[in-house]
């Protein structure tokens, strides 16, 4: 088993360690989508118009609940300068450490999303279609909380930085991501929404861990 | 041309004489050619058939929201430079270019809303062009709350660097994400919210306050980067001689 | 004084100029006291070695 192989289940099996971190995430996630019809009204049209837009905010809220989580209790045990120091590429290292917490914080989202759209009144075909936004738009939500989380890895109170990054490079996964829930909905033709969404992961995926490495570079020496 | 000529300018005590000479330049054709597009834009040219008066406010709305993303986008190209290069020059250009940047973003909102009040009834729309003025400004403050947060002033340009370069990436998506989805929403208002048709003698002060705001920029920055790149080099030798020159 | 008024969009055209003068206005002057705190600040670290 190579290092790349050890290094993602090592940190699978420290953040089942650490379940209360990611139950937190979880949790933010059904809070908020359960929130919104106690006070926004819950007739079917209302939950149908807004359920695109609230599994996404959902997904926000929850990755930023639980961005410290990604890097500062690795930095704390010493682990993080281990695999700087080491002499395997940062930017492989960095990327299944990402993988790894997508698995463990963002799998479960998707699961979840499956009980809150039927919460929501959707039927059928279009409870998959939830799923897979989430599971595409958390992919690059991981990427561009990894890249917040290590870029602010040296400030001491780093809350409002982190969303203030945050916010504008979600946006247009937040837009596309509800977009195509409502279309898959409405019975319109999902290939765009879905196409971007995959595009973007894709994109996350190839550029976002060489970002995180350089800022965790910067950040720790 | 000589290449070496360009690359003393990467020296800093090259750069921050080059830029006090250099800032009278700019500064003075800003300011006149500023004047001279006010005086065409607020009187010499005709009043809009539709808008009245009111259009007048595109004077200072385009260039500001223009020269707001030109100006992310030097920030971005001087922070690409000081991470190849590793060099102090750009990473000062790029620090100073962030506060006047978002005080252009900044004006690009109000002058938007202010044309929105008597053009549209309401100050703010959820048009693609307000939003994604708001979300540069997001990006600009982003960059300059971590220069303050990062105690250590190297690391502190490198992340900036990089935020500024995944902005900058990320720039033409968000603002495509905006337009695709303003669309969808305003396609009842696109008449109301498209720019007018633009006859010579408006156009003229137009170009003249564009030319006007960016020389005016590009001078106040030069002053800025000075001074950023002097307080960074203050214990060098060239520091102490100039401030001796200047007794 | 109907120059002023802009066709009663008076209110709007004249705060946005008078709002973008003063922000360039500050940036100006904010530049220029930058500076000399500078090299105020470089005076005196090199008076203190």
Redesign the interface.
Same mark, same amino acid.
């Given at each position: 088993m190579n290092i790349y192989q050890q290094l993602f289940l090592r940190d699978l099996r420290v953040s089942m360690k650490r379940w209360s971190d990611l139950l937190t995430g979880i949790i933010m996630f059904i809070l908020v989508a359960f929130i919104f019809p106690l006070i926004a009204g819950s007739d079917k049209d209302f939950m149908h118009r807004i359920i695109g837009p609230v599994i996404l905010l959902s997904s926000l809220l929850a990755s930023l609940i639980s961005m410290q989580n990604i890097f500062k209790p690795d930095l704390n045990n010493g682990s993080l300068e281990q695999l700087v120091l080491s002499t395997h590429s940062l930017s492989g290292l960095i990327f299944f450490k990402i993988l790894s917490y997508w698995v463990s914080s963002s799998l479960p989202l998707v699961v979840v999303s499956s009980l809150i759209a039927s919460a929501y009144f959707v039927t059928g075909i279009d409870i998959v279609m939830v799923m897979l936004t989430v599971l595409l738009a958390t992919t690059t939500l991981v990427n561009i909380n990894s890249?917040a989380a290590a870029?602010?890895l040296?400030?001491r109170y780093?809350g409002?930085?982190m969303t203030?990054?945050l916010?504008? $490079?979600s946006?247009?996964i937040l837009?596309?991501g509800s977009?195509a829930i409502e279309y898959s909905i409405l019975g319109m033709d999902i290939s765009g929404p879905f196409y971007f969404l995959t595009g973007?992961m894709l994109l996350s995926f190839s $550029?976002g861990p060489i970002?995180t490495a350089?800022?965790i570079r910067?950040?720790i020496d | 041309m000589n290449l070496k000529q360009i690359y003393k300018y990467g020296s800093p005590p090259n750069y921050f004489k080059l830029s006090l000479k250099a800032e009278n330049w700019f500064l003075i054709p800003g300011f006149v050619l500023i004047i001279i597009g006010c005086l065409g834009g607020l009187f010499i040219a005709p009043p809009d058939y539709q808008m009245g008066d009111a259009y007048r406010i595109i004077y200072f709305h385009v260039p500001s929201a223009y020269l707001s993303m030109s100006a992310y986008a030097y920030m971005a190209g001087a922070a690409l430079v000081g991470i190849v290069w590793r060099s102090n020059v750009a990473f000062s250009v790029a620090k100073s270019i962030a506060p006047f940047g978002a005080s252009l973003t900044f004006l690009a909102l109000v002058t938007g809303m202010l044309w929105g009040k008597p053009m549209w009834g309401t100050a703010w729309v959820w048009d693609a062009r307000l939003t994604s003025q708001f979300v540069l400004l997001l990006l600009f403050l982003g960059y300059i709350l971590l220069h303050l947060s990062i105690r250590e002033q190297r690391k502190a340009d490198l992340a900036t660097s990089v935020l500024a370069l995944v902005g900058v990436i990320n720039l033409p998506i968000i603002h495509y994400s905006v337009v695709w989805w303003s669309t969808l929403h305003q396609a009842s208002t696109i008449s109301k919210l498209s720019s007018p048709s633009i006859t010579g003698d408006m156009l003229w002060p137009l170009l003249v306050m564009i030319f006007g705001y960016g020389f005016f920029f590009w001078g106040v920055i030069c002053r800025v980067a000075a001074s950023e790149i002097l307080k960074r080099e203050k214990r060098s030798k060239w520091a102490k001689e100039y401030i001796k020159r200047l007794k | 004084m109907d120059m002023l008024s802009m066709g009663d969009y008076g209110l709007f055209v004249w705060s946005s100029f008078l709002i973008s003068f003063l922000v360039f206005l500050i940036n100006y002057i904010s530049a220029q006291r930058q500076f000399i705190s500078v090299l105020n600040e470089v005076k005196l670290h090199n008076e203190n070695e």
């Open positions: 890249l870029l602010t040296g400030v780093p409002a930085l203030l990054i916010f504008p $490079l946006l247009p837009i596309f977009k973007m $550029l970002a350089f800022a910067i950040s | - | -």
